[in-house]
Each structure stands twice: as structure tokens, then as C-alpha cells.
């Protein structure tokens, strides 16, 4: 007589070990984020930099506006010329991010997007502050701080994450289907 009780365990046991070696590299969704924006963010600033003056804008007016500047602090300008500070908290963000997705048992897509938004703008401006000292921001709205693509990204990405920390994320899980059936995860 086999006992339902165990084989259920061990099925789950073995879903679980399976889900385990989804493992970052192996997540299309997390790593085409990270590379969709680290790779934008370093076209763009590269771009502006060939092209442009520091200061120079184009159009010289109107509401939307390409702005060539650069920021030695964060976000908004706050906490300027502070670059080795901010390098180590982007290491901390970072490490954060990947120890946050490591840890959620079924990462749906819009989880893995979001944190692969954030670690791609995180990597773009980190890569700025380490081969330059200051961050380079170019996108200009209006009244608002310039900012750049890896800003867009983190802030998008975060806002998607507090969402679905807030409400849920109900959405099916296509790519671990079968995992509770003893089947391979299919990863996307």
C-alpha cells in the first residue's frame, strides 16, 4: 500500500527542486529586460554625448526637449558629487534585487519585468558613474529634472512592483506549467 501522502510530498519536493534551477540566467523575461534597457540606456547616453554639447538642447524650446547634462548625485540632483556613496548603494539595490527575485517561489512575467527594468537602469547608471563619476541625463519635460532611460526604466519598474506588492498579481504562470505534474518548467 503506497501512501498518497508521501508521493504528494515528494512531487512537490520535486517541483520545488525544479523551480530552484530556474535560475536568472536561464529567464528570458529578466534578462531580455535587463539587457533591453542596459543596452538603450548606454546607445542613447553614448549618442548624446557624440552629438551634442554639455548644456545644448534640441529644440532649443517647447515642452519636450533633448537637454545634454549630466548628474553627479541621484535622482533630482540630491546628493550631488557623492559618487562613491552612490556606487555602493547601487551595489546594495542590486544585490537586493537579485536576492527579491531569487526568493519569489513563482516569479510571474510582469515580476521578472519588473525587476529586470530596475537591475537594467541600475547597471546603466552605474556604469556611467564608474567610468565618468556623474550620471548622463538628457531627456528634458517641462518643469521636471532632466533624467535619462535607465531613470524611465527603474522608476517604471518599481511602480509595477509596488503594484504587485500592493495588489497581487493574479496572472497565470504559462512557463511553470506542468512543474506541479513532476514535468521540466518550461522557461521563456
Not at 529644440?59 to 533630482?76: D, I, K, M, Q, W
Not at 532611460?149 to 527603474?154: C, E, G, K, Q
Amino acid at each position: 500500500m503506497v501512501e498518497t501522502g508521501s508521493r504528494d510530498s515528494a512531487q512537490s519536493d520535486a517541483a520545488g527542486e525544479r523551480l530552484e534551477r530556474l535560475s536568472w540566467y536561464a529567464d528570458r523575461v529578466l534578462l531580455g529586460a535587463i539587457v533591453a534597457v542596459l543596452g538603450a540606456d548606454q546607445l542613447t547616453k553614448y549618442l548624446v554625448r557624440t552629438n551634442m554639447a554639455l548644456g545644448d538642447s534640441w529644440p532649443a524650446e517647447g515642452l519636450f526637449r533633448l537637454t545634454y547634462g549630466t548628474n553627479s548625485g541621484s535622482a533630482f540632483g540630491l546628493f550631488p558629487n557623492q559618487t562613491v556613496a552612490l556606487i555602493v548603494a547601487s551595489l546594495i539595490a542590486i544585490g537586493f534585487l537579485a536576492y527579491f527575485y531569487r526568493t519569489q517561489d513563482r516569479p510571474t512575467s510582469i515580476l521578472r519585468l519588473s525587476i529586470g527594468l530596475q537591475l537594467g537602469g541600475a547597471f546603466g547608471n552605474l556604469i556611467d558613474r564608474l567610468k565618468e563619476g556623474s550620471v548622463v541625463d538628457f531627456i528634458d519635460v517641462g518643469w521636471w529634472p532632466i533624467f535619462n532611460l535607465a531613470d524611465s526604466s527603474i522608476v517604471v519598474g518599481m511602480a509595477a512592483l509596488i503594484w504587485i506588492l500592493a495588489f497581487g498579481d493574479t496572472a497565470p504562470h504559462p512557463e511553470l506549467e506542468g512543474v506541479d505534474k513532476g514535468e521540466e518548467p518550461a522557461v521563456r
